[in-house]
């Protein structure tokens, strides 16, 4: 079984600053990290290989320094890791970036059969959740996102079995291969990387394909060219000038609170009050 | 089957660096181990850097090291509750490069410093601990790590991990720091626009300004504070024993909260934005307290071997230094085919009495002693100077004969003619 696993190296989210004069985005400084919903996605499929053997191939497009990412894959147990990148693909949005991806792992199939196709369920930088559908689209592969749970894969008949998270419940889905599957968070955990796949991290010489050997003839589907999207305006959110109340009353009795901020709450909200008085009566 | 190097370093600070690239730039295969996730993610430092000792080590560092602000200004601040009297060096000579002085920020430092040692050919695994040593009777032979698998083998270990240096703790090459030897600070990096410091701190371009403080901000401790302008941000910590934070039982929050508050230090740092809160333990207990060097088989640079010059605000350079001797060291041996015993690696030992490492050690070796009994120099002091500063500038129709006067009692009442001398005396045959 092969599985490919689509990563992205973003910049962590928890520590992008906003700059307080020009309200742009700070990134200088910022540290690279992998999505974090990606390494869900690894992880089962390296559980995957681990169950049924085969091999787990990362790829990822980006800019040069994208090949940690990769590598930081290679150390959890990943076979083989390719980076695509070319100043083609700058500016490429989610269509660009899924027509990329696909044709790479076109060639990818070409060395040796793709079975399944993992992806995270979006992204922390655009959380737009469209590239993984994307690829599945362009490559004809049956389509599952927000997957739970792998439940078992059947190689003979080229079926596989998964749990997905729907609203109010979970559905059981059987599908054919090769398939896409978007990894739902809390998944699994991430296995603690053994000092033979450091060493081999540390070592390993990453592929990296530019737009022709990834197998894209149209420049225009790729880049800033291949990318509808246009991000118009980027803004921090402005504050509120809303302070917080604390509410005390005498002893301080959660009963009295209760009370109290009741009270509050009707005299702001006389509506509220009118509405509990109906259903009561 | 387990991998086996010429060297292990553990660490990827300023001494492990240092020790790592030379090593390799020698052609040894050196493996180096660090706990962050990547070099620098995990090291805190002021941080000031002095060229010299990374000119040895990379001569064309200027190029392309992440440096901020080349220092012009040097102040020294002595303050009181709300005052400070101070002494401001500027000079136009610190503006002709090369520069010798930089303010830096280590997780980008540390980074390039890595980068580069990585050129040179050494092997980097991050996020990885080393628990243990390896020991062949009284030899050091390899590392463990927390990792499946997790046993190398070396014929030499650099220790680089730092101020705690948990390894030889642990080997037994020495005993638990102890709290009067370590020095905890905390610091502060404050986002203010590029004009904006430039304005406040009077500088252009790449110029930047380090102000030292002691004085009544530690509230008696043996400590200081600092604050250092960085190229989009400014940089403000204070630190003091570790002793003496558990005997006043005063936080190091608290301490550099309060310190933040002080009106000669707070228009400084107004309308910035707080991007970054470290603490760090620093190892000052000096020459006296320091660990054995170098055994079979290893060898301690850098904050684990104590090497923090605490007067004159110097490690970093003291850490590449000795990461640069260690591998020297290594390399002689190896090149006269010798093992890396301790008979031989007492070399190292000698290289280190050589430079200006272990003559600045032993310089100081008493100023330690000194400051912890004698408070009054953190304390009294600079509320007197303060006072007596106040008292001639403030034209109130007293004549300047009795204002002398004045000062000198308030002296001669807080200290004695007596204590004055002795403090004196003291101060001199530390700094002699």
Known sequence: ?281 | MAEKFDVIVVGAGPSGNSAALKLAEAGLSVLQIERGESPGSKNVQGAILYSDALEKLIPDFRDDAPLERHVIEQRMWVLDDDSFVGTHYRSDSFNKEPYNRYTMIRSQFDKWFSERVQKAGALLICETTVSNLLLDGNRVVGIQTDREGGEIYADAVILADGVNSLLAKKAGFHPELEPKNVALAVKEIHFMPQELIEQRFNVKDDEGVVIEMVGKITKGMMGTGFLYTNRESVTIGVGCMLSDFKKQKITPFELLEQMKEHPSIKPLIQGGEMKEYTAHLIPEGGYKAMPDLYGEGWMIVGDAGMFVNAVHREGSNLAMTTGMHAANTLIELNAEGLPFSKANLKRYKAKLDESFVMKDMKKYKNMPDVFHTNPQFFNDYPELISNAARTMLTVDGVDKKTKERQIGKSFRQRRSIFGMVKDTFKLWRAFE
């Open chain 1, 1 to 281: 079984m092969h599985i490919v696993v689509c990563i992205k190296q973003v910049p962590d989210s928890a520590q992008i600053r906003v700059h307080p004069v020009t309200n742009t985005i700070m990134r200088q400084g910022v540290p690279a990290i992998v999505n974090p919903y990606d390494l869900f996605a690894l992880e089962e499929a390296l559980r995957l290989k681990d169950e049924y053997g085969g091999r787990v191939t990362v790829l990822t497009m980006g800019p040069p320094m994208a090949e940690a990412a990769l590598r930081k894959a290679i150390s959890y147990g990943a076979d083989d890791a390719i980076l695509v990148t070319d100043r083609a693909f700058a500016g490429s949005d989610t269509l660009a970036t899924s027509c990329a991806l696909a044709a790479a792992i076109g060639q990818i199939h070409k060395d040796m059969p793709v079975d399944l196709v993992f992806t995270g369920k979006q992204t922390i930088d655009g959380d737009t959740a469209q590239v993984g559908p994307g690829i599945a689209k362009r490559l004809d592969m049956q389509l599952l996102t927000y997957v739970s749970k792998v439940r078992s894969v059947d190689l003979d008949k080229h079926e596989i079995l998964v749990e997905r998270r729907s609203e109010g419940g979970v559905q059981l889905l059987k599908t054919s291969t090769p398939s896409l599957i978007t990894v739902l968070e809390g998944t699994n955990e991430m296995r603690f990387a053994t000092m033979a796949n450091m060493f081999r991290a540390s070592r390993y010489p990453v592929k990296v394909w530019n737009r022709e050997q990834a197998g894209i003839e149209d420049v225009t589907k790729v880049g800033l060219k291949g990318s509808p999207t246009v991000v118009s305006k980027v803004f921090a959110p402005t504050l509120r000038a809303v302070k917080a109340e604390i509410i005390q009353c005498e002893n301080n009795e959660p009963k009295d609170l209760a009370v109290t901020l009741l009270a509050k709450m009707f005299t702001k909200f006389p509506k509220i009050e009118q509405e509990i008085a109906k259903r009561a009566a």
